[in-house]
């Protein structure tokens, strides 16, 4: 499955989207054998003279045709300004960081193609009864942890047990569970067993769902074991910190974990009996570097590839000699949310506050007025990111609405709203108070990460003092990621300082958005719910949706209510970028790329910048 993010993480979290863009996909055109260099991207802008670049000119996998070697060490970075939290494990991890350790030695029971939707060659196989409800899944007999135990239906049942627990610390449950008959009785105690998951046989799991829905086909099923006989003795609350997540973890994968050094490095050997078949890497190290030394770690061969490369920093690097920079439409967008409400931790929903700061509609419509997210786009990321107008991305174009063209940016009309709705200046101080008279300062959190991260964050603050909002940075400064995300509510608590906060959601396959906007979704941060928007979430998953126009129709719907009640506003698309070092074959960053055994090199040694 694809990595979520930083971007958040997030990510097999969501679900996501059925097709994507075919200039994505190609890839075609090679850029020759390793040493040759392709030909110069971008072209100059106008205004600033600086290069524009656009996804278009890059591949998804490198173009390496070199001969590989027998076994190699392979180097990955994973793109942070903080240390990884250490929860590697699929079933109890929320952050992309610890995601792209897992990759490499845990792997989904499903494979999933090109267009998102489930195929029949993963670990499991499946079919689906007439009814659409019932889906029976086969292990292959030849999937085994690494510790020479298969891999069993137990185990996948067992996952959902764990999840559906109300001890359950994580994050992962939500509608993906609730969509499962006796799941909701089994998660209030009302039941010992999931009623809707039967273990058929050894290998064999049946799951009975509520009702047919599209998103089962492209991402709705939690396609991850969990081993039964290594945490069945641990207390369902304690098994986060356990050493069987933090110190030891084991997997399916590829390779297995040899070592870790918490927070900065994790150290694989090949997994033999990988059930794709061995690797052809020997060993693989997976290290945390940071956004300012990214480019320096490239250069000297610390690292072969890293998850994505700052795209701030790509025009001083293009012509890096040693890489190959791959790129993609990223799953992901960049938002500025408003918080609405609090997170109920009793009722597990959210919980909105009329008497929010953020509460009325036209403050949060003119925040989105005041600010040109193209030139954020342009000036920031040299086209590489740009404005975003729905809360449902571009790399999804079945659903993504080409003709709704958002808010855009109009500070005249962003004065004109505040003026109608009560919000002036009344002390001559040039910032406009509340409509009852009242000081109003608002306060913004927004992440540390990348040179770009604060000037972006002050172009904000700027634009909305342009037209009379005094933003100030909570705590007078950029929040580390993992501060940010849980005072944000990730842990279920939501800072009252904060009243505004720039986020990313790294989307994964199904375009059902309610795992970050439905009511009952930890992740809708905002606290925004609505009965319409329950009723587009729950219309969009619904029998009559698995007709493709009427499903386009509900999100359509469902983009354009967003925009009328803006708990968020999408600020910027972004692209991914991955430069891969040259001794590097069979890489790829498409979306549900799987085949990291594939993966080899041409030379003992990574090779260096001249």
């Known amino acids: 499955m694809k990595r979520s993010s930083w971007r958040i993480l997030l990510f097999a979290i969501m679900l996501g989207f059925v097709f994507v863009l075919a200039a994505c996909n190609s890839g075609e055109e090679s850029k020759g054998d390793k040493g040759e260099k392709s030909e110069e991207k971008g072209e100059k802008s106008e205004e ?22 027998e076994g190699g060490h392979f180097k990955y970075g994973v793109v942070t300004d903080t240390a990884f939290e250490g929860l590697l494990n699929y ?14 030695f845990d792997d989904p029971l499903l494979s999933a193609d090109e267009t998102h939707n489930y195929t029949q ?33 137990e185990d996948w049942l067992f996952a959902y047990e764990i999840i559906a627990d109300p001890d359950y610390t994580g994050v992962r449950y939500g509608a993906d569970f609730t969509v499962i008959e006796g799941v909701e009785e089994y998660r209030n105690g009302e039941a010992d067993s999931i009623s809707g998951i039967e273990v058929v046989g050894d290998k064999t799991l049946k799951i009975t769902y509520k009702q047919a829905s599209p998103s089962l086909l492209s991402g709705g099923i939690w396609p991850y074991a969990l081993p ?54 020997d060993k693989v190290t997976v290290q945390v570097v940071n956004p300012k030394t990214v480019v320096q770690a490239l250069e ?38 408003f918080k609405l409400g609090t997170w109920d931790k009793e009722k597990k929903e959210v919980k909105p506050d009329p008497n929010k700061k953020m509460a009325d509609v036209n403050l949060r419509k003119a925040m989105w007025h005041a600010v040109d997210n193209n030139a954020v786009g342009e000036q920031f990321y040299n086209g590489l990111r740009w404005n975003a107008t729905t809360l449902i991305p571009p790399s999804h174009p079945n659903f993504h609405d080409t003709e709704n063209p958002g808010i855009a940016y109009d500070p005249e009309e ?35 990460g990348g040179d770009v991260a604060e000037p972006i964050a002050n172009y904000y603050i700027q634009a909305w003092e342009k037209v009379g909002l005094n933003v100030q940075l909570v705590d007078g ?23 505004i906060f720039q986020g990313a959601w790294s989307v994964g396959t199904d375009v059902n958005p309610a795992g970050l906007y439905g009511r009952d979704a930890l992740f809708n941060f905002s606290r925004y719910a609505s009965e319409e928007n329950d009723e587009l979430l729950a219309d969009g998953v619904s029998e009559e949706a698995m007709e493709l126009e009427y499903r386009q129709k509900v ?40 085949d990291l055994h594939e993966i080899a090199v041409t030379q003992e040694e990574t090779e260096k910048a001249e």
Do not use: C
Request: no cysteine; aromatic share 12%; proline share 5%.
């Open 48 to 69: 600033s003279g600086e290069k524009i670049y656009s996804i278009e000119d890059f591949s998804v996998e490198t173009t390496n045709e070199g001969e590989a070697i």
């Open 91 to 104: 079933n109890f991890y929320s952050g992309v960081p610890d995601s792209e350790i897992i990759k490499w």
């Open 121 to 153: 060659d993963g670990a499991a196989t499946f079919e689906v009864d007439d009814s659409g409800k019932v889906f029976t899944f086969t292990i292959r007999d030849n999937v085994n942890w690494h510790d020479g135990e298969p891999v069993t239906a």
């Open 228 to 281: 039964k006989h290594v945490f069945k003795d641990i207390p369902v609350a304690e098994m986060a910190e356990s050493d069987a997540v933090r110190k030891n973890p084991i997997g399916f994968g590829p390779f297995k974990v040899d070592s870790i050094t918490p927070g900065e490095a994790v150290v694989l050997t090949k997994n033999e009996d990988y059930w794709q078949g061995e690797p052809k890497l």
């Open 300 to 337: 000297t061969g610390e690292v072969d590839a890293v998850d994505s490369f700052p795209t701030d920093q790509y025009p001083d690097n293009a012509n890096m000699a040693n890489v190959e920079f791959l790129g993609n439409t990223d799953m992901a967008y960049t938002y500025i949310g």
């Open 414 to 448: 962003a004065k004109k709203i505040l003026d109608e709705a009560g919000y002036e200046d009344t002390n001559g101080d040039g910032m406009r108070e509340n409509p009852d008279g009242e000081e109003l300062v608002i306060n913004f959190a927004s992440m540390s």
């Open 477 to 499: 400064r950029l929040l580390e990621f993992n501060s940010f995300y849980d005072r944000v509510g990730q842990s279920g608590d939501d800072d009252p300082a904060i009243d």
């Open 555 to 594: 999100y359509k719907d469902w983009q354009q209510l967003m925009l009328e009640e803006v708990p968020v506003f999408p600020t910027v698309y972004r692209a991914i970028l991955s430069p891969v070092n040259n001794r590097v074959m069979n890489y790829s960053i498409q979306y549900n790329w799987g």
